[in-house]
C-alpha cells in the first residue's frame, strides 16, 4: 500500500479544459490545491486552480518548474508529448503512467493490445499505403472507417468508406499519417464504463451508462443503460480486466458496443470521460473525485448510483437554453467559463436527475 | 425581474474561510470566476478563487480595486465593518443588503426584529451597567446566557448565569461591550431552516436539519430533523417571513429551538450556513449554488432532498479519522485545506448519506 497524499498537498494537472477544471475542484475537496500546465491563456481550469502555469508542452523549463511545485502529476487529455513525459517522469509520479497513455495514443496499439487481451473489437489493420488499403478493404470489406492512428477526437480525423472511391480518397486525406482501417460494427447502442483503480489494486467501476452521440460528439449519457444483467456484468469485468493489465491507476473510460455477439470494445480514454460526468448528480463520490483519490493514493469512494441520471452536453448554442435548463426542477447545470461559443463548442453540461435509483 | 449574471462574469466574495472556499466552488458551476476579499494569506478559498486581494476590510483603496473587478459582492460572514459596506455598496450592488447585515450583527436588535415580526424569541433584555443585570435578573429570571451584542460565534462572547455571582462576573468580563441578556429556553432540539430568496422574491427552503453542538461549535446537522408536519410547515413559513419582510436576496441560516409552545427563533446568519452543509449531498443544488443564484439574479434551483444525510463537522484532532472516513461507504469528503490543525478549529466536514429519501 502507498502513503495517503496529505491534505495541503498539490496535484498537477496537464491541459486546463473542462475535464481540468472538474478536476480541480474535486482535488479542492479532499483539501489538494493544483496547478495546471496549460499553453492557453483564460483556460477554464485556471479560474478554479490554485495556480496555472502557462507554457508549452515542449518547453522543458516550464515542464520542470511545474514538477518541482507539485506532489504528484495527472492529465486531462491522452495527447501528452513523450518529449514532457520523459522531463516529468523523471522528477514527479506521472498517474496513470505511460503504459496506458502509449496505447492510448495509437489506435492501432489500442487494438492490438485490446485484442491480445482477448476481448472483442471492430476488426482492423494497419493502412500507411495503398497497397495496405486495397489488403484491408479485401480482407475487412466495405463499409469501413479509415481512422487516424494518432490525435483523433470528437469524430476528427475520420472518414466513412463506403465505396473504393471513398476509399482513395481517404487515403489522401491522410497526406502520409499512418492510419488504422476500421470495419463497421453493428451494434444496438453503445454504451460506457467508468472505471477507477488504485494504487493498492482496488478496482471499482461506476453503473454503465448508455450514451448518443451526435456528429461525433457525445450528446446525452442515461443511466442506467439499457443492458441485461450478464452484458452489465460482462462490461465491468472486462473493464477492470483492461485496468489490471495496465496496473492502472486513475479512472479511465471504456467505449463499448452493445451487439447480440457480445460487448466490443470501442476505445478507451486513460482519464475522466465525458460519459462519466452524470456521477456529480448520481453518487456519493464522482470521476472527478475518484481519480484524484486514485492519483493521490487514497482509497476508492463509494461509487453507488443513487439516481436515474441524463446528463446532456451544452454544444454551442445549446446556451441559449442555460435560462430555462436554470428553472428546471432536477437539474444541475455545470457550465465551464469558455470566453466564446462556438459551434461544436462543448460549453457545459446538465445532469438531471430523473427519478430516485 | 433582474438580468441573470452572464456566465463569465465575476462575483466578489468578502472572507477566505471555508464557506467562501465552497462559495467560490460552487459559482464555477455556473461558469463564474470569483475575486475573495480577505485579509490572511494562503486561506481556504483562496486555494479555488481566480484571484486573492490580501487586504484589511478598512483598506479603501483595496476594497475600491476589489470593487472595480467584480460584477456583483457577497460576503461568507456578518461581521462586515460598516465603512468597508458604504465602499462597496457605491460601486456595486452588495447582496444580502445591509438591512440584513444590521440585524444580525446586533443581537439586540435582532431579537427586536424578530419579535416584532410576531416570532417568538427567548425573553431578553439590553444590559450595558450593573443596574440594567438587576432589572433583567428581576424580570427574565436565574439561569439565563449573558451574551455580547456584536462579533460573537461558536460560543464566544457568551458566559452562562446560574447565580447572582455569576451575573457580575460575566458582567464584569464583558469590560463594558454592550450585551444582552437572555433566558434560557426549555426546548427538545435545535433545528435549522436553511432558507433562499431571490430577485425576483421567490423563496425556497431546503428541508430542516437537526443540529447537535458541543462545546458551542456545530457537531452534526440530521436530515430528516425530528419534527411533526405542522412544524416542519411553521418552521417554512416563519423563516419565508423573515426573508420577505427583509427584501433578503441571498440564502440565510435560521436556528430555532423546539419546544412544546411552538418553535422559538434562536439566531439568524445572513449566510450559507454550517447546518446546511448535508445540501451537498442530499440535493441537485445545495446551499452555495442557491445562494450564488441568489445574488447572481438568476432563478433559484431545485432544493428537494431526495436522500437522508448526516453531516458531521471534522473539528481539530477529527482529521485523523479521515483515512477510515476516506473509506466509509456513502460518505463524501469537504476538506478545507487549512495549513493548520487547531482545537476547536473547523477543518472540514462529511456527509454521510443513510439511505434513500
Redesign the interface.
Known amino acids: 500500500m502507498s502513503e495517503?497524499l496529505p491534505?495541503?498537498a498539490t496535484i498537477g494537472i496537464l491541459g486546463g479544459g473542462q475535464l481540468g477544471?472538474m478536476l480541480?475542484?474535486a482535488a479542492?475537496?479532499?483539501?489538494?490545491?493544483t496547478v495546471i500546465f496549460e499553453p492557453g491563456g483564460d483556460c477554464p481550469a485556471?479560474?478554479?486552480?490554485?495556480q496555472h502555469i502557462q507554457a508549452d508542452y515542449t518547453d522543458e523549463d516550464a515542464l520542470r518548474r511545474f514538477a518541482g511545485i507539485v506532489d504528484v502529476i495527472t492529465y486531462e487529455f491522452e495527447n501528452i508529448p513523450t518529449a514532457a513525459l520523459d522531463v516529468l517522469e523523471r522528477a514527479r509520479p506521472v498517474r496513470p503512467d505511460r503504459r496506458a497513455l502509449k496505447v492510448s495514443q495509437d489506435r492501432l496499439l489500442e487494438k492490438s493490445f485490446l485484442s491480445d487481451l482477448g476481448l472483442m473489437t471492430a476488426p482492423f489493420a494497419a493502412v500507411d499505403d495503398p497497397e495496405d488499403m486495397a489488403e484491408a478493404i479485401a480482407e475487412i470489406g466495405i463499409p469501413a472507417i479509415l481512422k487516424t492512428r494518432r490525435f483523433g477526437y470528437d469524430g476528427k480525423g475520420q472518414a466513412r468508406i463506403m465505396s473504393p472511391t471513398d476509399a482513395e480518397q481517404a487515403l489522401a486525406d491522410m497526406a502520409g499519417q499512418p492510419a488504422i482501417y476500421e470495419g463497421f460494427v453493428e451494434f444496438s447502442h453503445e454504451v460506457s464504463v467508468i472505471a477507477a483503480r488504485n494504487q493498492a489494486g482496488d478496482v471499482a467501476c461506476y453503473d454503465p451508462g448508455e450514451n448518443v452521440h451526435e456528429g461525433g460528439i457525445l450528446r446525452t449519457t442515461t443511466v442506467p443503460a439499457r443492458l441485461t444483467a450478464a452484458q452489465r456484468t460482462d462490461a465491468v469485468l472486462l473493464a477492470a480486466k483492461i485496468l489490471n493489465s495496465l496496473k492502472y491507476v486513475g479512472v479511465m473510460g471504456v467505449e463499448l458496443f452493445v451487439t447480440p455477439k457480445g460487448l466490443i470494445v470501442n476505445e478507451i480514454a486513460p482519464r475522466v470521460h465525458n460519459s462519466g460526468h452524470w456521477t456529480q448528480?448520481g453518487c456519493?463520490?464522482d470521476q472527478f473525485?475518484q481519480h484524484i483519490?486514485a492519483v493521490a493514493g487514497?482509497?476508492l469512494?463509494?461509487g453507488?448510483r443513487?439516481?436515474d441520471v441524463v446528463m446532456e452536453n451544452l454544444i454551442g448554442d445549446d446556451?441559449d437554453r442555460?435560462?430555462a435548463l436554470?428553472?428546471?426542477?432536477?437539474?444541475?447545470?455545470?457550465?465551464?467559463?469558455?470566453?466564446e461559443v462556438k459551434p461544436g463548442r462543448k460549453m457545459?453540461h446538465a445532469?438531471k436527475?430523473v427519478s430516485?435509483?
Open positions: 495517503m491534505t495541503g477544471r480541480s475542484v479542492s475537496r479532499l483539501g489538494f490545491k485556471s479560474h478554479v486552480a490554485h448528480a456519493a463520490i473525485e483519490r487514497w482509497p469512494g463509494d453507488t443513487y439516481a446556451m442555460v435560462p436554470a428553472r428546471a426542477s432536477g437539474v444541475s447545470l455545470h457550465l465551464y467559463g469558455k470566453a457545459g445532469n436527475i430516485k435509483g
